[in-house]
């Protein structure tokens, strides 16, 4: 099962970008399909973005889209989260997510093979 660690995390201010990184081990990480996720105290953990192994598909939540970018890079077994825009709307602590070589077509929905243990982004108005 891979091991995943996100970094990058900390505080901005309003409209301001952050890029969360998402280091994996100890797996395939060329092979699966990777996600972001976020939770707010008091709610469910929320799905942002998700990638295709090949990149060749990825999917944004409607508040994300047009401000955040996910991307990878399997030669570094990493994945990335740029966060441009940000709004106080977006602070939560962020996880990164593997979904393994499965792909459903809709990775909302999708369940989640292995999350990261996670980083705060908190956005100051």
């Known amino acids: 099962q891979v091991q995943l660690v996100e970094s990058g995390g900390g505080l901005v201010q309003a409209g301001g970008s952050l890029r969360l990184s998402c280091a994996a081990s100890?797996?395939?990480?060329?092979?699966?399909?990777m996600g972001w996720f976020r939770q707010v105290p008091g709610k469910e953990r929320e799905f942002v973005a998700g990638?295709?192994?090949?990149?060749?598909?990825?999917e944004y939540a409607d508040s994300v889209k047009g401000r955040f970018t996910i991307s990878r890079d399997n030669a570094k077994n990493t994945l990335y989260l740029q966060m441009n825009s940000l709004e106080p709307e977006d602070t939560a602590v962020y996880y990164c997510?593997?979904?393994?070589?499965?792909?459903?077509?809709?990775?909302?929905?999708?369940?989640?093979?292995?999350w990261g243990q996670g980083t705060q982004v908190i956005v100051s108005s």
């Open positions: 997510a593997s979904y393994g070589t499965v792909y459903s077509g809709n990775f909302a929905s999708q369940s989640v093979d292995s």
């Open positions: 100890g797996g395939m990480f060329h092979r699966y399909n």
């Open positions: 990638i295709t192994w090949s990149r060749s598909m990825s």
